[in-house]
């Protein structure tokens, strides 16, 4: 089964223009807790490099492009986030990277919780030794 989820945003767009309405419950699988957004990203820099424990994630690339590198441990896929009407899930446990940001990139990311940095593992096999354990 592929690690990549996607979510289909609705764009809601008339002779004006477009807009996406996103609800959490109904587009989003989790109450949203928090919203933050990666934007001016330098040339190069790739950002991510890290999983969660319990947090749960929708990115959107609202504007621009990056390339999403996902790894539950087991397998590990890539997709472009390049549109404003899609965006992927990234749940607990998956380890995730940006890379290729296009100069006008603004990436969203919808959150399940706040910042908490006790959440995080940005040890790779720290990582890997985690998602053995919850595999078994
Ligand atoms: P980090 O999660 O390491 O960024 P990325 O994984 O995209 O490379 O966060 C970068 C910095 O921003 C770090 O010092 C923590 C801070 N931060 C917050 O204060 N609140 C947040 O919601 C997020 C995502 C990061």
Redesign the pocket.
């Known amino acids: 089964m592929s690690l990549l989820q996607w979510i289909d945003l609705p764009v809601r767009g008339d002779h004006r223009g477009s807009l996406v309405a996103v609800e959490a419950g109904d587009t989003v699988p989790f109450e949203i807790r ?1 919203v ?1 957004y ?1 934007f001016d990203t330098q040339p190069g820099v790739a ?2 490099f ?1 999983a969660h424990r319990q947090l749960q994630q929708v990115a959107v690339c609202v504007s621009g492009k990056c390339r999403m590198v996902v790894d539950d441990g087991r397998h590990r896929e890539d997709a472009w986030l390049d549109s404003p009407a899609r965006g992927l899930v990234i749940d607990a446990m998956v380890w995730h990277e940006m890379h290729e940001f296009s100069a006008d990139c603004v990436l969203l990311v919808l959150a399940s919780a706040h ?1 908490d940095e006790a959440d995080y593992i940005r040890n790779y096999e720290s990582f890997l030794a985690a998602a053995r354990v919850n595999c078994q």
Do not use: A, D, L
Request: charged share 30%.
């Open positions: 928090r933050y990666v950002r991510g890290h910042y």
